[in-house]
């Protein structure tokens, strides 16, 4: 349940603008962008995987749901294995998911809806199906072909052993031997995640040349910018020295490898995209924007890849992955403001990706499994998440309370890291099961097929809970807290782009101040506690997670409340 109410007597909504927002502001400064999972949102096919007419088809959901964009996960050819992260052409479509027409279509439809479109780009890597990856298959050691990727001699007798020691994020080594033209042994060649994404050599010119005409293919088709994978990998260290600690990515399923990952020279890629995207700027005035995926180890190293003539945004994944503490969760936000926005940037938020266990679940407990402890606390997040100054990206099924699908059989899992290493760890399926939209029983109306058709992930029973069809029906549900805060968010001059002061509280309660008398404050307990919001304004909140009587906040509830004092 979430309370919408209008302020109460002295509770006034400020409707002017105030002075920490720019001037100027730019659309991604403050957006709130969904990711839509393509193979898993809506089927327009009856194939039982999700496609470019299945998006198009959502728009009106999104526009409802009131996102200010999308961001599209791969849809360009590819023999997915990794689900289109191994790409084998980036200036196409795959026919599982439509062609460039349909691509076409789904920009206008999103453009007459004021809808930003985001494209995922994948530069780190391709498929091993790739062209230039085949020619260099087909070509000697040290022809131009086998520069473009990371090609070795190994070490040991007759080099049977590889070049380094380094192992890929998705288990077992980062090398793969080829055998020659001849038939005989030959060179290794790195991959970073799996053998069928061979590593892209940033250092070869060529490489540079060929991605920034790839920006170009499809900025002239209208897109608004790229969500950038992987965007503090590309260069390696020259030398390709052993690592003290080889199995450190494997380990975390993070990009850890110091050799690998975060080298210097990556930041002049970025100044070259940016200028690239500002090219297209200046001829019709629409900012594009680059934002990366970069896990690094602090929140100031995050910040290199944000000043002003880099990338525009990065997400920030320390709040993902903060322990449900109002401690935790201070350090984090405290760190970001203090490192990211000082750049001039705006912190990205984030709680939910295609790669993460869903906070629903994350958030649980499973000593009480049953309780709703997790979905509150999610509720709970979301609420924090949309009030925080910059921009904030919710993951498609997020916004119904979608729980993580625990128990998928062994023989329905496609993740790349369970083939690879045989164990369920922190594998990603879960998180990626088609949505519900309609309907008692699966496919819950995600695909148009008959005669059967299954999705490409089976959907448990449990999901009609879930459905967006009963989900708009119920105003208590996940989809209406999202939508109301997101309606606030577009319309409170003290939410987006800005600052926030903390408030003093009892332990376990979390609050802040944004702008010209709204607050927002998070219990991260589980017993309530008094509403950290000074006389005379704590009467019942403009928007809360759950039941929210006038001057108490419930355990694992979070609220927003607007008013003339915040006790400053």
């Keep these: ?17 105030i002075d920490t927002r720019s001037d100027t502001p730019r659309w991604w400064r403050e957006a709130v962008i969904y990711q839509v999972y393509v193979r898993s949102f809506l089927d327009s096919t009856g194939d039982g995987v999700g496609d470019l007419a299945g998006v198009r088809a959502g728009l009106p959901y999104l526009k409802k749901l009131g996102v200010d964009g999308i961001w599209l996960s791969p849809f360009y050819p590819s023999p997915q294995h990794d689900h289109g992260y191994d790409v084998s052409d980036y200036c196409d479509v795959d026919p599982l998911f439509g062609d460039l027409d349909e691509f076409d279509r789904l920009m206008a439809a999103a453009r007459r809806l004021g809808v930003k479109v985001l494209l995922d780009i994948v530069p780190n890597h391709c498929s091993s199906e790739h062209p230039w990856f085949r020619e260099a298959l087909a070509s000697a050691p040290g022809s131009p072909a086998r520069a473009r990727f990371h090609f070795a001699d190994g070490r040991g007798t007759d080099g049977a052993e590889p070049p380094n020691n380094w192992h890929a994020m998705f288990g077992g080594p980062a090398w793969s031997r080829v055998t020659e033209a001849d038939g005989s042994p030959g060179q290794w060649y790195l991959h970073m995640f799996t053998p069928e994404q061979p590593d892209w050599n940033w250092r070869e010119p060529e490489v540079a040349a060929h991605f920034e005409s790839v920006l170009r293919f499809w900025l002239d088709r209208g897109v608004d910018g790229f969500r950038i994978d992987v965007a503090a990998g590309l260069f390696k260290h020259p030398a390709l020295p052993d690592s003290p600690d080889p199995e450190a990515d494997a380990r975390t399923r993070d990009s850890v490898n110091p050799l690998a990952w975060n080298q210097p020279e990556v930041h002049d890629v970025w100044r070259r995209w940016r200028t690239v995207c500002e090219q297209y700027t200046a001829r019709d005035g629409r900012e594009r924007l680059l934002v990366g995926e970069v896990s690094v180890p602090t929140a100031r190293e995050h910040a290199r890849y944000v000043r002003p003539d880099e990338l525009h945004q990065a997400f920030f994944f320390d709040l993902l992955s903060a322990s449900w503490d109002a401690d935790a969760f201070r350090k984090v936000i405290t760190e970001a403001m203090q490192d990211i926005a000082g750049t001039g940037s705006t912190v990205t938020w984030v709680l939910n990706n295609h790669d993460q266990v869903r906070t629903v679940t994350r958030y649980g407990e499973p000593a009480v499994e049953g309780s709703g402890l997790g979905a509150a606390r999610a509720r709970a997040a979301a609420l ?9 990206y919710i993951y498609q099924g997020e916004e119904l309370g979608l729980p993580e699908v625990v128990d998928l059989p062994d023989d329905v899992l496609t993740d790349p890291i369970f083939r690879r290493t045989g164990s369920r760890a922190r594998i990603r399926d879960g998180c990626r099961v088609p949505l519900p939209w309609s309907g008692q029983a699966s496919p819950f109306g995600f ?14 029973e449990y999901f009609a809970e879930y459905a967006t069809d009963r989900a708009l029906a119920d ?9 109301d805060g997101l309606q606030l968010r577009a319309t409170l001059p003290q939410l987006g782009e800005g600052t926030l002061r903390w408030l003093d509280t ?9 702008g010209d008398g709204l607050v ?3 219990n991260f307990g589980t017993a309530p506690a008094p509403a950290p919001v000074p006389a005379p304004v704590p009467g019942v909140p403009l928007l809360s997670s759950g039941p929210c009587r006038a001057g108490v906040l419930p355990g694992s509830t979070a609220a927003w409340w607007i008013g003339d004092d915040t006790g400053s």
């Design 1 to 17: 349940m979430h309370n919408s109410q209008p302020a109460q007597t002295g509770q006034r909504v400020s409707t002017q603008h």
């Design 384 to 392: 924090l998440l949309l009030a925080l100054p910059g921009a904030a």
């Design 447 to 460: 695909t148009s097929g008959v005669d059967g058709t299954k999705p490409w992930l089976p959907q448990p």
């Design 475 to 483: 105003t208590r549900s996940f989809w209406h807290l999202y939508r």
């Design 506 to 514: 009892q332990p376990g309660v979390l609050a802040f101040a944004r």
């Design 520 to 522: 927002c404050a998070v």
